[in-house]
């Protein structure tokens, strides 16, 4: 019992992925979570906007229920089953990040000075969550997916697009953890 | 309300990526400063799996619900999109720390901040569709 209120390792987590995704493939469907972003989207009437959002979501509906289910399962998980919401970080991510700024690294489950209320209140804050959010969802539909269905499916699947869009995640995300986040905070 | 069992593996979904700190912005930090090998276990072992279980799909042995071959759509192709979209895509998970299944699951653990970036989310797909014709795919 105690296993489950510790964090669990990498080779239970990945496995679990694969099975989830098993299931979803069994029941008839697909793995990819960014296209419920343009379900929601056109559920919320973005047809007016773009002819693209008149497209049928509810035959997505499935896909909504999912990240439903997600937010619930984020909830349990920390309610019920993360007694301690530290993370063991490596001691040079932590001497790294306390010298672009950030504080106490792993303390805390996420840190304060992105996710914290201070920041959101800020300008600075602020505007990083939204130009964040916006790169995301802007980048996976460009790409044609994001990491569960181009790393995890794609990759899987042995397709080139996949191995293409994970390579640009890495050149991306390389340039924006040794570039450009020590020049924001 | 066949769409439970979608709900139902939504809650695990969310429970494994919480209890494996793949939503701790920390870990996404981590894993681009190459100090850990945790999400790398992660994404490889889940893949490495999915090759093994796609290739039963494939021959058949595996079968969906309905007794049916279980098909996968191929992903559209074009380098122009996937590197380049792929590229905007991992600048935005490098800063924030979450894709966009973390970003519901982070909503479930009463982050407020995250439905700013949500949002965001939402503006860089109606963004993304206003301008489409005029991008390289």
């Given amino acids: 019992m105690d296993f489950i209120l510790e964090p669990w ?28 972003l343009e379900s929601i989207c056109a559920m919320g009437g973005a047809g007016k906007l773009h002819e693209f959002f008149t497209f049928d979501w509810k035959k997505n509906r499935w896909n909504l229920m999912f990240i439903i289910g ?22 040079e991510t932590i001497s790294d990040l306390s010298e672009i700024g950030f504080q ?31 790169l995301v969802g802007f980048g996976s539909r460009y790409a044609g997916g994001c990491t569960s269905g181009h790393a995890i499916t794609g990759l899987s699947n042995l397709e080139l697009p996949s191995l293409i869009a994970v390579i640009g995640f890495f050149i991306g995300g390389l340039i924006m953890t040794w ?5 924001l905070f | 309300m066949k769409n439970i069992r979608f709900i139902v593996l939504g809650i ?13 912005w920390y870990r996404i930090y981590e894993m681009f400063k190459f100090q850990s090998f945790h999400m790398y276990g992660i994404i490889g072992s889940a893949v490495v799996l999915g090759i093994i279980l796609f290739s039963f799909f494939k021959k058949g042995t595996i079968k969906n619900y309905l007794g049916e071959k279980i ?5 559209e192709k074009g380098f122009y999109r996937t590197i380049i979209g792929g590229t905007i895509f991992g600048l935005g998970w490098g800063l924030i720390g979450a894709c966009p299944g973390p970003m519901f699951i982070l909503l479930g653990r009463g982050v407020l901040s995250i439905l700013i970036v949500i949002f965001g989310g939402l503006l860089g797909v109606l963004f993304y569709h206003a301008i489409k014709h005029k991008l390289p795919h």
């Fill in chain 1, 179 to 183: 570039l450009i986040l020590p020049l």
């Fill in chain 1, 9 to 36: 390792p990498w080779y239970i987590g990945g496995p679990f992925i694969t099975l989830i995704m098993f299931f979803l493939f069994y029941y008839g469907k697909k793995f990819g979570i960014s296209s419920n």
């Fill in chain 2, 71 to 75: 098909m996968i759509e191929p992903k």
């Fill in chain 1, 70 to 91: 997600t937010v619930i399962g984020g909830f349990i998980a920390f309610k019920f089953m993360t007694p301690d919401q530290a993370i063991a970080l490596n001691p």
């Fill in chain 2, 12 to 24: 695990l979904f969310g429970i494994v990526l919480s209890k494996a700190e793949v939503i701790s």
């Fill in chain 1, 104 to 134: 106490n690294a792993g303390v805390q489950y996420l840190p304060d000075e992105i996710f914290g209320l201070e920041a959101l209140l800020s300008i600075k804050g602020a505007a990083i969550l939204i130009i964040a959010g916006i």
